[in-house]
C-alpha cells in the first residue's frame, strides 16, 4: 500500500510538472505569435510599410503575418518527425529557443526608414522562424500534458496547454497597451519595441520549467518496445491523410473567426469604425482573462459528455454569433464592443477547450506528434492566416462588415461538415503507456 502511494505521489508529480511547463511555454510561444498579430495590426504599416494608403499598409502587414502561418505546418513536419523519434521534451526545448530568439531580433529590427526595403524583407524572415517555432509547439506541449493524464481526463489535460492562448493574449495585449500608456507619442518611434525584447526574460523562465521535465510515458512505452517509427510523417501522410485532412478543416470555424476576433478587430475598430485603440485592447484583456476559465472549463465537459458534441456546439454558437457580433461592433456603444469582444472568445473557447485531445486521440502514439501537428497546422494556411487578409480585402470592396459574417458562417459549415467525417479511432494503442504511467 505505502508502495502504491509512493508512486501516485511520484506520477502526480511528473503530471503537474508537464502540464506547468507545457503551459508556461505555449504561453510564451503565443505571447511571441500574438504580439507580432497585434503589431501588425497596429504599428507595423507605418514603420514597415510607409507610403502606401491606410488600406494597402494594413494588407501588406498582414500578408507578412500570413507568412507566419505558412511556415507552421512546415514547423509540424520538421518537430513532428523529431518528437516521434527523439521525444516530446528536447523537441520542446528547441521550439521554444527558435520561437523567443526570433521576437527578440525583430524587436531589435531596423524600420524603413533606416534601411529600406531590406527592413520588410528581414521581418518576413524572422515571421517565417516564429511560424515555423509555433508550427511544432503545439503537437509537442499537447501531448506531453496529455500523455501524462490518465485516460479519461484527457480532454481537461489536453485543455492546459490550450490555455496559452489566453495566457499569451493578456500577456501581449497587456504589454502592448502598457507601452502605448507608458510612452505616448514614443510608441512608434520605439515604444512598440520593448514587448518584443521582453522575450529575452520569458525564455529563460520557459526553459527553466522544461528542462526539469520526465519525458511523456507514452512515448517512453513507445521507445521501449522498440517500436518507434522511422519516418513517422510520411507514415501518418501515407495511412492516415484523411484524419490529417479533417483536423485542419475542423478547425476553420475555430481559428479563422479567432484571428478576425483578436487582430481584425483591431484595425476594424481603429480605422473602419474610429474606437479607440486602448478601449480596444483593454476589451480583448477581459476576454482573455475569460478564457482562463472557458478552455479548461469545455475541455473538462468533453470528458463528460464527448468531444464532438462540445465542438459541434461550439461550432453552431461562432455561426449564429457571426451577425450579431459585428452589429454590436457598429453600435461604437464601449459596452456593447465590450460584450462582443468577450463573447467572441467564449464562443472560441467552446471549440478550442476539446479540440486538442479531439485531433490528436486520431492518432496512434507512434505518429501522434506528426500527424496531430500536421493536420492542427495545416488549418494556418486555409484558416488562421488568410482570415484577417479576406476580411479587410471584402471590407475594402464593400465598405460593409456583412460579407465578413458571410464567410465566418461559411468556414462553420466547412467545419461541421470535417466533424462528422472525423474517423473514430479505438483507443487501444495507450494501454501500456497507462502501465508505464504507474510505474514511474
Known amino acids: 500500500m505505502g508502495t502504491n502511494t509512493g508512486q501516485t505521489a511520484v506520477t502526480r508529480s511528473h503530471r503537474n510538472r508537464a502540464v506547468v511547463a507545457s503551459t508556461v511555454g505555449t504561453a510564451i510561444e503565443w505571447y511571441d505569435f500574438f504580439l507580432y498579430g497585434t503589431a501588425a495590426a497596429l504599428v507595423f504599416p507605418h514603420l514597415f510599410f510607409p507610403g502606401q494608403s491606410d488600406y494597402t499598409g494594413v494588407l501588406a502587414s498582414f500578408a507578412t503575418q500570413f507568412v507566419g502561418f505558412a511556415a507552421r505546418p512546415v514547423g509540424a513536419a520538421i518537430f513532428g518527425h523529431f518528437g516521434d523519434r527523439a521525444g516530446r521534451k528536447s523537441t520542446l526545448v528547441v521550439t521554444l529557443l527558435l520561437m523567443g530568439v526570433s521576437t527578440v531580433l525583430i524587436g531589435c529590427l531596423p524600420t524603413y526608414d533606416s534601411i529600406g526595403l531590406a527592413a520588410p524583407i528581414l521581418l518576413v524572415v524572422l515571421r517565417v522562424a516564429q511560424g515555423i517555432g509555433v508550427g511544432g509547439e503545439w503537437g509537442g506541449s499537447v501531448l506531453l500534458a496529455m500523455e501524462w493524464g490518465p485516460r479519461k481526463r484527457r480532454g481537461l ?80 501522410l501515407r495511412h492516415q491523410w484523411r484524419e490529417v485532412l479533417t483536423a485542419a478543416f475542423v478547425r476553420l470555424s475555430e481559428q479563422a473567426p479567432f484571428y478576425l476576433f483578436i487582430t481584425f478587430v483591431l484595425a476594424y475598430g481603429t480605422e473602419h469604425l474610429g474606437l479607440a485603440r486602448s478601449d480596444l485592447l483593454d476589451d480583448t484583456l477581459v476576454a482573455a482573462a475569460v478564457g482562463l476559465v472557458s478552455i479548461p472549463l469545455f475541455g473538462h465537459l468533453s470528458d463528460r459528455i464527448g468531444r464532438r458534441l462540445v465542438y459541434g456546439i461550439g461550432i453552431a454558437c461562432v455561426a449564429a454569433f457571426a451577425f450579431p457580433y459585428f452589429a454590436l461592433l457598429n453600435t461604437g456603444s464601449s459596452g456593447l464592443v465590450l460584450l462582443a469582444i468577450v463573447l467572441s472568445l467564449v464562443f472560441h473557447d467552446v471549440q478550442y477547450g476539446p479540440q486538442a485531445a479531439l485531433i490528436a486521440e486520431g492518432f496512434g502514439t507512434q505518429v501522434r506528434y506528426s500527424g496531430a501537428g500536421l493536420g492542427y497546422q495545416l488549418a494556418s494556411v486555409i484558416a488562421g492566416g ?32 470535417a466533424l462528422l467525417l472525423i474517423p473514430r479511432r479505438a483507443d487501444t494503442d495507450l494501454t501500456v503507456g497507462e502501465s508505464v504511467r504507474q510505474q514511474v
Open 157 to 236: 489535460m489536453a485543455s492546459w496547454p490550450q490555455m496559452g492562448v489566453p495566457l499569451g493574449l493578456l500577456a501581449s495585449t497587456g504589454m502592448v497597451r502598457w507601452m502605448t500608456s507608458a510612452t505616448g507619442g514614443d510608441f512608434e518611434r520605439w515604444g512598440w519595441r520593448i514587448p518584443f525584447l521582453a522575450s529575452a526574460v520569458l525564455i529563460a523562465i520557459g526553459l527553466y520549467v522544461r528542462l526539469r521535465v520526465v519525458e511523456s510515458p507514452d512515448f517512453s512505452a513507445v521507445k521501449n518496445a522498440r517500436a518507434v517509427v522511422r519516418m513517422p510523417g510520411w507514415e501518418v
Open 386 to 417: 488568410p482570415a484577417p487578409l479576406i476580411a479587410a480585402a471584402i471590407l475594402e470592396e464593400t465598405g460593409s462588415s456583412v460579407g465578413i459574417s458571410i464567410y465566418m458562417v461559411a468556414c462553420c459549415v466547412l467545419s461541421f461538415v
